[in-house]
């Protein structure tokens, strides 16, 4: 290997190992500490994994630094003002984007595997009607593979793809009637006519005594979001599926272990935070008091929705966004304007606060999601569960492409350990107390 593909790093000053250098398409060089231990006794140190490549991924690219976002090549820009959920999903799973035929043919399956077994429907019932609908996702989500065993097999291509099929058509209709368990109200079928987003808006609001009618700008932006949200390389829920499946888990409880994942605050659980923030800020003249609590090293309270571990610069997610607000608010109106107004005060002042620019903190793809959930009439428990939706795609293509990767190996990091040494037991009579 010549000199240029390898990194020499010098121990205590002596021992010099020869690291070898990897180059992606696009993005940083990665040093290959595969064989550090093995060769050379040591571990290295990435809590949070900050600068680890976990896996080789073909699917997503980030540069944080420009605020690029690319899924399979494509500018999510261009996907999301072009395109739709459905060709950003065939193209996230199968790398290109489709032909006419292949989509139709894709939207077809996709809209005939949308109805859940009939006894599943049960399930719910066995939740608290106050149960929080990421719990209910988790739980059903997971109780698939119950109920779905000619898709478990991993090792079988035609199961792998009916897993996949299986859960981004049920994903919608598990969400909806996760929202109708809690609101007392009978569930709603899904219905063959309908786009993916259509129906799920379809689901989420009907009625038996009155049927839904859905505005296009309201598909329009929901199927925005769901683009918006599908993928987005390594992050915790995504890493968090790839560790549960290099176990050979089966699909649906690897999926289940992402949605788990998504709900913390930190990661999907932030456009739920962002509402409640904005409601408890109330008004522009307390925007000074919540950033000063933000700036606080004392005070755990943080601005929701800025922020990223990956982007230093403005989400580009967040900016469709920002656009979709308008569209939205102009179409139903809400009574939202006044959050939006707040929202985008508070954003003037923070990206113009000192600490926000040194820190580099900028708004999230959640700063702007929740305000559009609730002017759709949206419940702000619901807004993880449309993440979580949306984010299945890209849970199941990283799920491929690593259990099809022949370098795939069981997840297993390992530590420093900071406990104590080796030391003899002693019999609980003989302790001094
Ligand atoms: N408000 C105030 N200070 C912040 C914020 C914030 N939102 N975010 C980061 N900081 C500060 C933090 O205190 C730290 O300061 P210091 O260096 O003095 O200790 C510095 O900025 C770096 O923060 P970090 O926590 O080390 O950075 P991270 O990469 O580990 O965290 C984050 C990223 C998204 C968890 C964090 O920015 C955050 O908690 N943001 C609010 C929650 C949020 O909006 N999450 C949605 C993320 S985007 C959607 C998704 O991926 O699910």
Redesign the pocket.
């Known amino acids: 290997m010549s000199s240029k593909n390898t990194v020499k790093v010098s121990v205590s000053g002596e021992n010099i190992l020869n690291l070898p250098l990897l180059e992606g398409t696009l993005g940083p060089r990665v040093i290959d500490v595969r064989k550090l231990y093995s060769d050379h006794g040591y571990f290295t140190y990435d809590p949070?994994f900050t600068s680890t490549a976990s896996c080789e991924s073909s699917i997503t690219f980030i540069d944080g630094e420009k605020g690029i976002l690319l899924h399979r090549g494509y500018p999510i820009q261009e996907l999301a003002s072009q395109s739709s959920f459905m060709e950003v999903a065939y193209l996230l799973l199968h790398d290109d984007l489709p032909d006419l035929d292949q989509l139709n043919h894709f939207r077809s399956e996709i809209t005939h595997h949308t109805m859940l077994h009939e006894q599943l429907i049960y399930f719910y019932r066995g939740f608290r009607r106050d149960a929080h609908p990421m719990a209910i996702m988790v739980g059903i989500v997971g109780a698939l593979s119950a109920f779905y065993h000619d898709s478990l097999d991993i090792a079988d291509p035609d199961q792998q793809k009916l897993a996949v099929i299986r859960m981004l058509a049920k994903m919608p209709t598990i969400a909806a009637m996760a929202y109708k368990y809690s609101q007392g109200q009978p569930f709603v079928y899904p219905r063959n006519d309908l786009s993916y987003a259509a129906n799920f808006l379809h689901m989420m609001f009907s009625l038996p005594v009155e049927p839904y009618e859905v505005s296009p700008v309201m598909e329009r932006a929901m199927d925005r979001i769901f683009i918006l949200h599908a993928d987005?390389e390594q992050?915790a829920s995504t890493s968090t599926v790839r560790l549960a499946s290099s176990s050979g888990a089966n699909p649906f409880a690897c999926i289940a272990a992402g949605i788990a994942c998504l709900w913390g605050?930190?990661?999907?659980g932030?456009n739920e935070a962002v509402l409640e923030m904005l409601q408890e800020i109330r008004t522009p003249d307390r925007i000074p008091e919540f950033l000063a609590r933000?700036?606080d090293k004392d005070d755990p309270f943080?601005?929701?929705?800025?922020?990223?571990?990956v982007y230093k610069n403005y989400d580009p997610r967040a900016s469709v966004l920002r656009e979709s607000c308008y569209e939205i608010l102009e179409d139903v109106g809400n009574g939202s304007e006044p959050l939006l107004e707040l929202a985008l005060t508070l954003e003037k002042k923070a990206l113009a606060d000192p600490y926000f620019q040194e820190?580099r903190?900028f708004p999230?793809?959640?700063f702007y999601s929740g305000i559009i959930f609730k002017a759709m009439g949206i419940p702000t428990s619901m807004f993880t569960v449309l993440f979580a939706v949306a984010r299945t795609v890209g849970w199941l293509s990283q799920w491929k492409e690593m259990i099809e990767d022949p370098k795939m190996k069981i997840g297993r990091p390992r530590q420093l350990y900071k406990g104590h040494q080796k030391r003899k037991f002693v019999p609980v009579n003989e302790r001094n107390s």
Request: hydrophobic share 35%; net charge positive.
């Open positions: 949070g987005h992050n605050p930190a990661h999907g932030a933000a700036k943080r601005l929701m929705g800025f922020g990223h571990r820190k903190l999230n793809v959640d």
